[in-house]
């Protein structure tokens, strides 16, 4: 493994943003593997797009090896800018950074361990795993959490502790030929339906620490969000007989 991909869905991010990729660049990857940083701004309305644009003109100290910035000309939503920056992804693997600072970059290397010892395709970090600080917040929510795995897992017949984790590390070769629709936040658990589906994957997870922020800080997922998981955990697990996997024809540009 030579190069991991980071791809950062960026909507109206413009407090936070340059302070996650502060703490990107600061992070040395184990096996001296490359960082290719693929931002996806989906049509922010605020000053994202040029706190963005001033960080890369000024910083010389980057030990980010690659610089993609995408911008979405109209709001698609989160799980869209995901799908633009997996098809733009050139390393072996890649993970999902929000852009808020929810989860800690000085993480990776966790969850690349099982990779670079070649036991791992995929790899989850769970926020209810091992003894990583938690911010607590709401009840409901790590409820409803819960809820959520429990019956994606009665779907896919794994036993992950964590479904709707932000973070996830696919090999990109994978990823990248999986047919995903979902363009909200229904791509958490509509990729691990399909993830689940592909022949021989090897999936594991980890524990992570998480510093979630409260709806007045930024949060952006809601009730209505928690429905459309129910929804997409039904439709990709009883109904999804499509052939998940496709071919692709790409080129890339690094």
């Not at 917040?137 to 897992?153: D, E, K, P």
């Amino acid at each position: 493994m030579n190069r991991l991909s980071i791809i950062i869905p960026a909507y109206n991010e413009e407090k936070t943003i340059a302070l996650i990729l502060d703490r990107i660049n600061e992070v040395k990857l184990i096996r001296n593997i490359e960082k290719e940083v693929i931002i996806v701004n989906d049509c922010s309305t605020d000053k994202t797009e040029p706190v963005i644009q001033n960080y890369i003109a000024n910083r010389e100290d980057l030990s980010i090896n690659y610089f993609k910035y995408i911008k979405h000309d109209i709001n698609q939503g989160k799980g869209a800018a995901i799908h633009t920056g997996i098809a733009q992804a050139t390393g072996e693997y890649l993970l999902v950074q929000d852009a808020d600072l929810e989860y800690d970059p000085g993480e990776y290397n966790t969850l690349l361990k099982p990779i670079v010892l070649g036991s791992a395709d995929v790899v989850y970090g769970s926020r209810f795993m091992g003894g990583n600080p938690h911010r607590i917040l709401f009840f409901w929510h790590s409820i409803g959490n819960r809820f959520l795995t429990f019956l994606s897992n009665m779907f896919t017949n794994l036993n992950l502790t964590d479904m709707e984790t932000g973070y996830k590390m696919f090999r990109t070769d994978i990823i990248q030929r999986i047919n995903l629709k979902e363009r909200r936040f229904g791509f958490e658990p509509e990729v691990t339906a399909k993830i689940s589906m592909v022949p021989g994957v090897r999936i594991y997870e980890v524990g992570i620490s998480y510093y979630g922020r409260t709806f007045a800080e930024g949060k952006k997922i809601g009730w209505k969000d928690g429905f459309r998981a129910i929804f997409c955990i039904i439709k990709y697990g009883l109904f999804n007989n499509e052939i998940v996997i496709k071919e692709i024809k790409k080129t890339y540009d690094v």
